[in-house]
């Protein structure tokens, strides 16, 4: 009499398998589907020329005759090209200018956000410059900043200070640029800090206060590193997007004054689309790639991205 029961249970099991496999099968199948379209926009937009750019990379080719092979000979004139280690002389000062203080100010946004402002509303106002277009923003900055017809001219002048050259100067073209960008990209990342600290349990700002911790020891010792996922995704990815920035220098400054702001992006668009040398060009855009995959890599391994001290 006890196999009964056994014996009737088994089928069912058998049954509720079969029937939470299919289950499985038709979720997997959506799943596909939904990222289908994402999926083959990725493959057509950036997989495959990204693959056809390795190729034309060794080529010399002008895009109206076929490509000729050169082999290694695009990456050597690199190595010797003045033009190209200026490029990255520029983009590297860029990257100076903008990390360090986006990444100061965002913080400080950050901390200052969750101690006294307790309303969505206003937090949804850092956002509004990362929403607009870069080339809006260049194109409102390169008005306001005119020496003769901007506005922030004007104010220097009644205050009695000096007027301003700013995109037209030598030694004020790359700073102004990195202004801009830190105006729109710091709020998006103060909101990324800001989400990073809400994460932190405030009971252990709690037994730091009765420990008799100070507010800077407390930062340094439980918020800064419990930010470190944060911190990670923040810096490797505004390193990648300083790296690659072009749009704000091709609406205000095109490379000049003096090359002042000739960074590498404008380096390679300049190859490209001015002198037709693709080959070269896409040499160029592959060194970028390689330097930069290289250093993301870096930073994840010394900052233990894949870790978390809140585990």
Excluded at 32 to 60: C, E, K, M, N, Q
Excluded at 233 to 249: A, E, K, M, R, W
Excluded at 259 to 276: M, N, P
């Amino acid at each position: 009499m006890g196999t009964v029961p056994s014996a009737i249970s088994a089928p069912r099991r058998a049954t509720s398998q079969s029937m939470l496999a299919g289950w499985r099968r038709r979720e997997t199948l959506a799943a596909w589907l939904f990222i289908l379209p994402a999926l083959v926009g990725f493959l057509v937009f950036f997989a495959v020329p990204a693959v056809r750019g390795v190729f034309i990379s060794f080529t010399d080719w002008d895009l109206l005759t076929s490509p000729e092979q050169v082999g290694t000979e695009n990456y050597r004139e690199l190595w010797q090209d003045d033009d190209f280690r200026h490029a990255i002389k520029v983009t590297f000062l860029y990257v100076l200018w903008n990390i360090p203080l986006q990444t100061v100010l965002a913080l400080g946004i950050a901390i200052i956000f969750d101690r006294f402002v307790r309303g969505s509303g206003i937090r949804s106002l850092l956002l509004l410059p990362w929403l607009m277009p870069n080339v809006v923003i260049a194109l409102l900055f390169l008005w306001l900043l005119d020496p003769g017809i901007g506005i922030v001219n004007y104010f220097l002048d009644l205050v009695g200070l000096p007027e301003q050259s700013f995109f037209g100067s030598v030694d004020q073209a790359l700073p102004t640029i990195a202004g801009v960008n830190i105006w729109r990209y710091t709020g998006y990342t103060a909101l990324l800090f800001l989400a990073g600290i809400q994460r932190i349990p405030k009971d252990l700002y709690e037994a730091g206060a009765l420990d008799g911790a100070s507010e800077s020891r407390m930062f340094m010792n439980i918020t800064l590193p419990l930010l470190r996922p944060v911190m990670t995704f923040v810096l490797v990815t505004s390193i990648v997007g300083s790296f690659q920035i072009y749009d704000t220098i091709a609406v205000t400054t095109q490379g000049g004054p003096v090359d002042a702001t000739r960074v590498l992006y404008w380096f390679i668009y300049q190859e490209a689309f001015e002198r037709y040398n693709f080959g070269y060009a896409t040499a160029a855009a592959m060194l970028l790639f390689l330097f930069l995959v290289t250093i993301s890599l870096i930073q994840m391994k010394l900052m233990r991205a894949n870790e978390s001290d809140l585990a």
